[in-house]
């Protein structure tokens, strides 16, 4: 049996938070990209709604 943990887990329901495309707050912050870096912690990328529809992003995880 598998482990769900919140480490492993993509949360794409919106939620308040940072908006990296227009930077600013935002209610309909989704995750859009996890960046891994070789050193160094990695960072995660999140869009709002209109954002993500202006620019075609889609939430991390999903198919295009």
Same mark, same amino acid.
């Given at each position: 049996?598998?482990?769900?943990?919140?480490?492993? $887990?993509?949360?794409?329901?919106?939620?308040? =938070?940072? #908006?990296?495309?227009?930077?600013?707050?935002? =209610?309909?912050?989704?995750?859009?990209?996890?960046?891994?870096?070789?050193? =160094?912690? =990695?960072?995660?990328?999140?869009? #709002?709604?209109?954002? $993500?529809?202006? $620019?075609?992003?889609?939430?991390?995880?999903?198919? $295009?």
């Amino acid at each position: 049996m598998s482990k769900t943990t919140a480490a492993n $887990r993509v949360f794409t329901e919106p939620g308040y =938070g940072w #908006c990296h495309w227009h930077k600013g707050t935002s =209610g309909t912050a989704v995750l859009i990209n996890v960046v891994e870096q070789a050193s =160094g912690p =990695g960072y995660r990328q999140y869009a #709002c709604a209109p954002c $993500r529809e202006q $620019r075609g992003l889609v939430p991390y995880g999903t198919k $295009r």
